[in-house]
Every structure is written in C-alpha cells, then in structure tokens.
C-alpha cells in the first residue's frame, strides 16, 4: 500500500518556474516505479516524467529540459521542479507509484500505476 500527497501547485506567469511536492507513505521497503502525471481541460492524462529508484528520470518529449524530477526516499518526498512554463502545462498535476522492475519503468503508461494522489493543480498564464 502507497499513499501520496501532492503539493505546490499555484498560478504562475508564463517563463516561471513552480516546483511540485509528493509526500510518499510506503508501509514496506521495496521500490516502486515513480511517475507524474498531468491532465489538462478535455485532455487525456499523460505521462509527465517516471523514476526509478537508482535511475535517471525519464521524461516526456513535451517537458525535458524544462522539468527536473528527483526522490528523496530517506524523506519520503517527490519533487517536480518545473521551469520555463508556458500556458501549454496548465493542468491537474498527479504523482503516481506502482511496483514494478527497474527496466519497465519508463515503458510504463497511466493504467500500469496502482497508486494515485489526489492531484494540484498548475495554471499557467500567458
């Protein structure tokens, strides 16, 4: 069982920067396969960026170079740290755990995750 807490989500200007925060609630100690997510208005959720614990990040074509995603596990905390915001990334951000191999992990799509917060949400203004 995996229990997350999003935080951080706000209104930001267009070019600003926002940083998101998920509160991880694991009740084992094995490692799970760690993603964010966004749904924007009338969209589809999609795949922001998955992690590994020990792996770099995997990002979406949409965010990378822009999105820094890491784990503190010793914390229990996701960070999301997003730069260069355009009007494009307002959504409802979710982050996301689901067990899983290391080599799966970035393969892994919305349906393949167990584990959902309940979502912030990003407004981006342009």
């Known amino acids: 069982q995996v229990q997350l807490v999003e935080s951080g989500g706000g209104s930001v200007a267009a070019g600003g920067s926002l940083t998101l925060s998920c509160s991880v609630s694991?009740?084992?100690?094995?490692?799970?396969?760690m993603g964010w997510f966004r749904q924007a208005p009338g969209k589809r959720r999609e795949p922001v960026a998955r992690l590994y614990p020990g792996y770099s990040p995997y990002y979406a074509d949409s965010v990378k170079g822009r999105f820094i995603f890491s784990q503190d596990k010793a914390k229990g905390t996701l960070s999301l740290q997003m730069n260069r915001l355009s009007a494009e990334d307002t959504a409802m951000y979710y982050c996301?755990?689901?067990?899983?191999?290391?080599?799966?992990?970035?393969?892994?799509?919305?349906?393949?995750?167990?584990?959902w917060g309940q979502g912030t949400q990003v407004t981006v203004s342009s």
């Open positions: 694991t009740y084992n100690n094995r490692d799970y396969c």
């Open positions: 996301a755990a689901t067990g899983s191999d290391d080599w799966d992990c970035p393969d892994l799509q919305e349906a393949d995750f167990d584990y």
